[in-house]
């Protein structure tokens, strides 16, 4: 066999599975657990950790770092705790804590977890060889082909993607991956983006002690939310001491070795830094997947209908779930994903009739109406649906009703001064929420009950029945349902 260096290998087994799932990341996990659930036997192909980006790299590690800062913050806004908080962060302790939540970057545990779940795991780097085969190359270069009886599933994620930037590659800048493993506080540390990961990064780092610049190319953060979470996080970001400046461009990046970086900001401006963190978005881990052979573009963005089959590959056995399909690069979408397109496969397989309405059993539907996420910055922004901006440009005809979150008792005992806004997105022709945003101080944890409703599709007159528990921030539901209401 000819394998991508060009040399010739032993292929030395062929496995069959009814399902292989290329990628072990929370995508691949649930789809694998899902279609094993179902009766199917399941094999993972795994060339990093078991677990992926996000317990290693993203989710897990950067909420360990930010958990602490939001503990801190917590303490301060109130008179008598606030008393009590006598110095920072303790640096060290939040790094310790955030490696044992990055599982000290071993993915013993998850692969026991595969084990106990019965699915099996082969462990290399998997690539495409025509319809239902897949060869993987093990660490020793030794090769082994797998074949499906019924699907493949890629769940191969992302990776950080660099600007083709002069000097980028040589200068040892931070993708997403040492800002969240990195083992030591930054003296002064630029990021670059205004997206999440910006965002989360600089308010983490901030807190940890390092002086951050954030260098924006637009001229607002987080701008696929409300423009009122920009606006307030980027507030709290200046009151913290991050220097936040917009409509900037970075034109290249160098480093003396063992010196500072600096970064050119065109006309002769510069800034200089200890390190600089590119969070810049993502690309498709697509490049050495061996699409070519399935008459896809390696490195490409793999498209995929609402049941998560490749919409550009016959014979319906080819899916992609997670990250690389871009719909929507969070992992609790992925493990939507995989759940839905886990039994759109199970079903299949069996000769079902599939239940594709929308919201049906293996229909991917949230994904496109009622994504909820979290931006875990001080203060947190949480949404869920569409905003009004998209909203409008989706034709429908609707009204914004606006809530200051700190004029509700619940939020007066939280926080001394709480600062946050709550926007509801109401449909007026069938009056039910098409979105809601909250921005404050503890409202990650506010965020199910709108998602709830936009998936529920619950009436506004049925949600004036939903009484919030008095004096919690949860109140912010009765007065934006008074003020829709008048
Ligand atoms: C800094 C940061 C913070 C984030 N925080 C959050 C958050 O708080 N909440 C949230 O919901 N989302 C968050 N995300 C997004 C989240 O990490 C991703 O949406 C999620 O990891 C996608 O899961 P996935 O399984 O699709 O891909 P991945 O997690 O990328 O997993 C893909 C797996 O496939 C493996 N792989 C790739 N190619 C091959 C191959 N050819 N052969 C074998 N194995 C292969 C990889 O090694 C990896 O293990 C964050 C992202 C970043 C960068
Ligand atoms: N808490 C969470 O849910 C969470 C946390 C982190 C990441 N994520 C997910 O991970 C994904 C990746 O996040 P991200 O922040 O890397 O991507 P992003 O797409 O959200 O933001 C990228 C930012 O980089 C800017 N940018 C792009 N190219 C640039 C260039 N050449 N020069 C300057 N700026 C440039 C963009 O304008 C944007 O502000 C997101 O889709 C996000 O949903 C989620």
């Known amino acids: 066999m000819e394998t991508r260096r060009g040399r010739r290998t032993k292929v030395s087994t062929v496995d069959t599975y009814d399902v292989v799932v290329l990628g072990g990341g929370p995508t691949g996990e649930n789809l694998a657990d899902r279609v094993r659930a179902a009766g199917l036997s ?29 503990a801190l913050a917590d303490a301060r806004r109130v ?35 595969l084990d106990s779940a019965g699915i099996a795991l082969v462990r290399g780097h998997g690539r495409l060889e025509g319809v239902r085969r897949v060869v993987v190359q093990a660490p020793d270069g030794s090769e082994n082909v797998l074949v499906a009886r019924h699907a493949v599933a890629v769940c191969t994620g992302t990776r950080a993607a660099l600007p083709p930037l002069p000097g980028i590659e040589q200068a040892g800048v931070w993708t997403s991956r040492e800002a969240t493993s990195a083992g030591e506080v930054p003296g002064r540390l630029a990021v670059v983006g ?32 409300e423009p009122f979470a920009g606006e307030l996080v980027t507030e709290a970001l200046e009151a913290a001491g991050v220097e936040v400046r917009f409509g900037v461009s970075v034109g290249g990046v160098t480093r003396e070795p063992g010196g500072e970086a600096v970064l050119d900001l065109g006309d002769g401006e510069k800034v200089t830094a200890d390190q600089v963190l590119f969070a810049t978005g993502r690309k498709p881990a697509t490049a050495e997947l061996g699409l070519e052979t399935v008459g896809l573009t390696p490195g490409s963005w793999i498209w995929v209908d609402d049941t998560g089959l490749v919409v550009d590959v016959p014979g319906e056995w080819l899916y992609a779930a997670g990250d690389v399909n871009r719909r929507a690069l969070l992992t609790h979408q992925g493990k939507y994903q995989g759940r839905i397109f886990g039994q759109a496969i199970a079903d299949r397989a069996a000769g079902r009739d599939l239940d594709i309405e929308d919201w049906g059993r ?49 939020a007066e005992l939280y926080a001394d001064g709480y600062k946050g806004r709550a926007r509801a ?18 409202v990650a944890e506010l965020l199910h009950s709108a998602t709830v409703a936009v998936v529920g599709e619950v009436p506004i007159s049925r949600l004036w029945h939903a009484v919030p528990a008095y004096p919690t921030v949860s109140e912010v539901w009765l007065r934006l349902l008074e003020t829709y209401r008048g």
Do not use: N
């Open 42 to 70: 399941v094999v993972v192909v795994e060339h990093e950790l078991v677990g992926g980006e996000c317990s290693y790299w993203a989710c897990m590690p950067s909420k360990a770092l930010l958990r602490p800062a939001a």
């Open 79 to 113: 008179a008598g705790s606030r008393e009590a908080v006598t110095g920072p962060l303790d640096a060290d302790a939040v790094l310790k804590r955030r490696d044992a939540f990055a599982a000290q970057w071993t993915d013993d545990g998850q692969v026991a977890w």
């Open 194 to 225: 205004g997206g999440v990961v910006a965002v989360e990064m600089a308010t983490a780092w901030a807190a940890l002690g390092s002086r951050v610049t954030l260098l924006v190319r637009d001229d607002t953060l987080l701008d696929r939310m």
């Open 362 to 410: 293996s229909s991917a539907t949230a994904d496109r109406l009622a994504v909820p996420q979290v931006v875990f910055a001080d203060p947190e922004a949480a949404s869920v649906g569409l905003t009004l901006a998209d909203a409008q440009k989706q034709g429908f005809r609707v009204r914004a009703v606006d809530y200051e979150i700190g004029d509700v008792a619940g």
């Open 425 to 442: 997105v109401v449909d007026l022709d069938r009056e039910v929420l098409l979105g809601v945003t909250f921005v404050g101080p503890g």
